[in-house]
């Protein structure tokens, strides 16, 4: 049974960066993918990037290329998403989801979400 | 990129009638492996989105068999037999076969 539970809330000023964590239990971490993903207020959901098991081998969207980084610590058994730049269109829920294998194809189980407010 | 399109944006059902949505794909979603990595999520309101069919068609553990998924290639479906009340929320298919992942716009579910 996978259970993901990510940090609370951030508040950011523009051109500052975020971290995100999100914690998981169940299984053997590094067996694992895990992708990031934003729903910004009333939208859909955006995938941002993956970090696969095995080698942590990572893939960004285009859109994201540059800002974005998506590390993961085993002794911790914690993913991160650090998000640079930040601008006002980057107010959303930021969702981590772990896949059922370490390559990312499959079925994903998702965190409770953390909001990022990037305002003046 | 893949490009998923649902169909409709928002529908607003009676309870105990039926319900169903359209995701297309761009590409196919058909692997070598004999797999088609198709799912469908539904978010309720104030929620994450939760896992209710895996490869086309496989109900997830718990899943009431009211939902049903079929497809293939690159059309695919998402039925609610009858509609209750707790099926409210955003319904969205979602591929992961090709990266970058991508997922459809999202079909509000209203009860009427």
């Known amino acids: 049974q996978v259970h993901l539970v990510q940090s609370g809330a951030e508040v950011k000023k523009p051109g500052s960066s975020v971290k995100v964590s999100c914690q998981a239990s169940?299984?053997?971490?590094?067996?694992?993918?895990f992708i990031w993903v934003r729903q910004a207020p009333g939208q859909g959901l955006e995938w941002m990037g993956i970090?696969?098991?095995?080698?942590?081998?990572?893939n960004y969207a285009q859109k994201f290329q540059g800002r974005l980084t998506i590390s993961t610590d085993e002794f911790t058994s914690t993913a991160y998403m650090e998000l640079s730049s930040l601008r006002s269109e980057d107010t959303a829920v930021y969702y981590c989801?772990?896949?059922?294998?370490?390559?990312?194809?499959?079925?994903?189980?998702w965190g409770q979400g953390t909001l990022v407010t990037v305002s003046s | 990129d893949t490009v998923m399109t649902q169909t409709p944006l928002s529908l607003s059902v009676t309870p105990g009638q039926p319900a169903s949505i359209s995701c297309k794909s761009s590409?196919?979603?058909?692997?070598?492996?004999?797999?088609?990595?198709l799912y469908w999520y539904l978010q309720k309101p104030g929620q994450s989105p939760q896992l209710l069919i895996y490869?086309?068609?496989n109900r997830f553990s718990g899943v009431p068999d009211r939902f049903s998924g079929s497809g293939s290639g690159t059309d695919f479906t998402l039925k609610i037999s009858r509609v209750e009340a707790e099926d409210v929320g955003v319904y969205y298919c979602?591929?992961?076969?090709?990266?970058?992942?991508?997922f459809g716009q999202g079909t509000k579910l209203e009860i009427k």
């Open positions: 979602m591929q992961s076969l090709q990266l970058p992942f991508s």
């Open positions: 970090i696969k098991g095995m080698f942590g081998t990572t």
């Open positions: 490869e086309v068609s």
């Open positions: 169940g299984g053997t971490f590094s067996s694992y993918a």
């Open positions: 989801a772990r896949a059922e294998n370490y390559y990312g194809s499959g079925s994903y189980f």
């Open positions: 590409q196919s979603l058909l692997h070598s492996d004999g797999k088609t990595y």
